[in-house]
């Protein structure tokens, strides 16, 4: 199981950091990743992280601003994300896969949280 906290409304401009804590198995031995969802629009990648977490990757969009991390012995994974951006509003889901790599598809992950939504005002 996948639990997504932290979300919450922000002004443009500022700062939000979501938590991904698992449960009932560890994921400490396989890639992980945030996607989002914005009203009317798919679920699009946004970053992703290798079993370590010496290897990350970021969707263009985000790139700068959002910092993915992971903390193996408490079995969370991390999303800050900084100079927030109205177009950053969606609810943002945490996954993990089933290879050590960080994988961009969404098609890669095989377990999904429940998704926090997150919110920018302009």
């Known amino acids: 199981q996948l639990q997504a906290s932290g979300g919450g409304l922000v002004q443009a401009g500022g700062s939000l950091r979501l938590s991904c804590a698992a449960s009932g198995r560890s994921f400490v031995n396989v890639g992980m990743g945030w996607f989002r969802q914005a009203p009317g629009k798919e679920r699009e990648y946004v970053t992703a992280?290798?079993?370590?977490?010496?290897?990350?990757t970021y969707a263009a969009s985000v790139k700068g601003r959002f910092t993915i991390s992971r903390d193996n012995s408490k079995n969370t994974l991390y999303l800050q994300m900084n100079s927030l951006k109205p177009e950053d509003t969606a609810v943002y889901y945490c996954?993990?896969?089933?290879?050590?790599?960080?994988?961009?598809?969404?098609?890669?992950?095989?377990?999904w949280g429940q998704g926090t939504l997150v919110t920018v005002s302009s």
């Open positions: 992280i290798n079993w370590s977490g010496g290897s990350t």
């Open positions: 996954a993990a896969s089933r290879v050590l790599k960080a994988r961009t598809r969404e098609s890669d992950y095989v377990y």
